[in-house]
Structures are given as structure tokens and as C-alpha cells.
């Protein structure tokens, strides 16, 4: 598994985004424990180009790519994760692998890929609506 934030525009390390990664780390850590899947290794990174962790499991990529999913479509702050999962030979499994719809934008319906690639919003409007969205989560804690 490969976990990172959700980072519009040039600034992809940010105190935003660290919290981000953060709560996200903490919530796939958890769920790997809960599922009872054997962890080989992890590692958190901050990197210049923001976080990042790995998580090598013994464990079927399908199988972890549902539970990802549903970690990112339930959690308060799933939104604000992208979770890829990759299986034995390097393969990275798609929601559409899974039989799912693409994921949808923080601030319309449209796929996120669209917008994100015709730069449709403002990146301080994916920001607010970012920050709005953590702020929630870690209320509800």
C-alpha cells in the first residue's frame, strides 16, 4: 500500500498536508492491524514532495485494495487520501479493477482526475475545502 495526501497545486508539503498524511497513516496502521494482515515493513516519509508511506503486506492485493476503498470512502477524512494499492508484480489495482466509479471532486461531481487535470477550481478553494474536511474529522474523533 501506498499512502499519500491529497496535495492541489505546486505547495505539496505543507503543515495541511501533514496532518493529512498523519491522520491517514494512522487510520491504514489501524485498519492493517484490524484486517489481522502480516506486515513485512512501513515506512512514513516526509519528503520534500510530501508525505508518503509503504506498507508491504502478506496479504491479497484485492482483498486490500476493498478495504482501502472503503477506508477512503467511510473515514471522516478518506477523501483526502489516495491509498494505491499494488499487487505482487508491481500492478497498481484501480477502483475500476474493483468494478467502481472513479472518484468524485471536493467541490462538484465530476471525476477528481477531470478537474484536477483542466485545473477546473481554484487551488484555494481545494484548500479550504480541505482543511473544512480534516477539521470535521478530527472532530468527530
Known amino acids: 500500500m501506498v499512502l499519500t495526501p491529497l496535495a492541489p497545486g505546486a505547495l505539496k508539503d505543507s503543515p495541511l498536508t501533514r496532518r493529512i ?15 489481522g494482515w502480516h506486515c ?9 514532495a510530501g508525505g508518503e508511506g509503504f506498507i508491504s503486506l502478506q496479504a491479497a492485493a484485492p482483498q486490500v485494495k476493498q478495504c482501502c476503498i472503503r477506508l477512503e470512502e ?13 499487487d505482487a508484480q508491481g500492478r497498481i489495482l ?8 472513479a472518484r468524485r471532486c471536493l467541490l462538484c461531481d465530476q471525476p477528481a482526475r477531470l478537474c484536477a487535470r483542466q485545473r477546473r ?14 477539521n470535521a474529522a478530527i472532530a468527530a474523533r
Open 94 to 101: 484501480s477502483r475500476d479493477d474493483c468494478g467502481l466509479p
Open 40 to 48: 513485512l515493513r512501513a515506512e512514513a516519509l516526509g519528503l520534500p
Open 74 to 86: 467511510t473515514h471522516p477524512a478518506g477523501r483526502l487520501w489516495d491509498i494505491d494499492v499494488l
Open 21 to 35: 498524511f498523519n491522520l491517514g497513516w494512522q487510520a491504514l496502521r489501524n485498519e492493517q492491524r484490524r484486517q
Open 121 to 134: 477550481h481554484d487551488v484555494g478553494q481545494l484548500l479550504a475545502a480541505m482543511e473544512e474536511t480534516l
